[in-house]
């Protein structure tokens, strides 16, 4: 396991820990007061935060085992995202506690998310595959209103939303450009797409991938040259590497018999045939 997933996971352990370091100290208070009632309540409350806290601690070990074998328990999926979404917040602050940037344990999060959306091999239509593009992306000095239309773009070639057309124009795939997270969260109930290609920030990364769950979404984080929120730019081939990985093999047709090598987000590599184009 590789440095940037060992922050997040190493974490959550610690939130675990600090967990039940908590309710193992007021059940040792509550011991001493020698009262039967009190004595009875403890156990029944003690044995049902002991359940919750095995299902989160058995959660935790499935998502580092599969982690760890590049593998995906589907069974266990929710579980997985249930000791997620609970510990996430605690490692949050345990992370601000040991000075730890708020930034790297979301980037840490979203390799840690992206693997495993890439471990369930999941492929879709390319119809059913959706790139959400923040506005920011778009060059400052456009005239035009892709936020409505993205068909609006003229393709002047001054920021990478032309890129990004590009992508959509080879694979087929769907692309919208929103003003802020709420839209787009919007925007993924409202045409509900099967799997998300999400550009952004690490946190409305972070935010909007744990609003939509459980749809698969790849996490791509935006490149801020002038500072945040403003003619903000993408890896166009992280974007093509997401798609790729997420389309049916048939919708993968390259003049090649090759197997197509793609870099995916975690510095890892998928092969997969792609049949004669
Ligand atoms: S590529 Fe499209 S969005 Fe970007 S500046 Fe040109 S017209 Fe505007």
Redesign the pocket.
Known sequence: MNTRKRLFIGLLLLSLLVIIALIFMGWMLALNSHKLLSYILLVIMGTIVLFFLGGIALGLMILIVNLWRAKTTPSMQNLISAAINFLFPLALSIGRAFKIEEEKIKRSFIIVHNELVLNQKLFFKPADILILAPHCL??S????K?TLDVQ???????????KL?GVCEKYHVNLVVVTGGTFARKFVKEKRPKAVIAIACERDLTSGIQAVHPLPVIGVLNLRPNGPCFNTTVNISRVEEAVCHLLEQHCLKLPCQKPFEINLPHGNLLVRNVEKG
């Open positions: 778009q060059w000095g456009c005239p035009h892709i609006n773009c003229k393709r002047c070639e001054k920021c990478v939303i032309d057309h």
